[in-house]
């Protein structure tokens, strides 16, 4: 769907595709805002508020723009999960996913694993995280391939990842701002 298309509603939400990730849009019109637009990310989305009385093709300019521009922090093709995956698992020596990739629809939690189905999602919020902390995140799903819970068994295999601590810290810090 392209921005041109969203002049029927005063909010909407699209999923767009920027440096080859799906990033969510939502565009929002403004009465009181007469000149400037705004863009923030926050929790996965890319949120750009533009003045109520711009046309449909500056809209679409501008929501372009603000794509471009927030698309570098997104862009999850600086970090092959794929690769980073089988690589983390040998050396933790923990299980290989069947599938590994980024989700856009994370919005409580950095990631996800299906021990059934052997598929990690991880957060796109990740995409513009230091590495050590995005392969801390990939452990911790790698673990729950071996232990669905967060017991003593599962920690042991988690804590096998040196920056364990670190990232956590990390993480609660970047939770605790809406990062």
């Not at 705004?38 to 679409?60: C, N, S, Y």
């Not at 950095?110 to 919020?125: E, F, H, L, M, V």
């Not at 042991?156 to 993480?171: H, I, K, T």
Request: proline fraction near 4%; hydrophobic fraction near 45%; charged fraction near 25%.
């Amino acid at each position: 769907m392209k921005s041109a298309e969203l002049e029927c509603s005063p909010q909407n939400l699209v999923t767009v595709v920027v440096y080859g990730a799906l990033m969510e849009v939502e565009v929002t019109r403004s009465e009181r805002r007469k000149k400037t637009v705004q863009a923030r990310f926050i929790d996965g989305v890319l949120q750009v508020a533009i003045p109520a009385l711009m046309t449909v093709d500056e809209e679409a300019h501008w929501v372009g723009e603000m794509e471009r521009r927030f698309g570098a922090r997104f862009n999850g093709d600086r970090v092959d999960l794929i690769e980073r995956a089988a690589r983390l698992a040998s050396r933790y020596r923990l299980p290989v996913p069947e599938t590994i990739e980024w989700s856009t629809r994370q919005r409580a939690r950095w990631g996800s694993a299906s021990i059934a189905s052997g598929k990690i999602r991880i957060s796109a919020r990740l995409a513009s995280f230091p590495l050590w902390v995005v392969d801390y995140v990939i452990v911790h799903e790698l673990a729950h391939l071996v232990e669905g819970n967060h017991s003593p068994a599962f920690w042991e295999l988690v804590d096998r990842y040196p920056f364990a601590e670190r990232a956590r810290g990390y993480l609660i810090a970047r939770s605790e701002t809406g990062g």
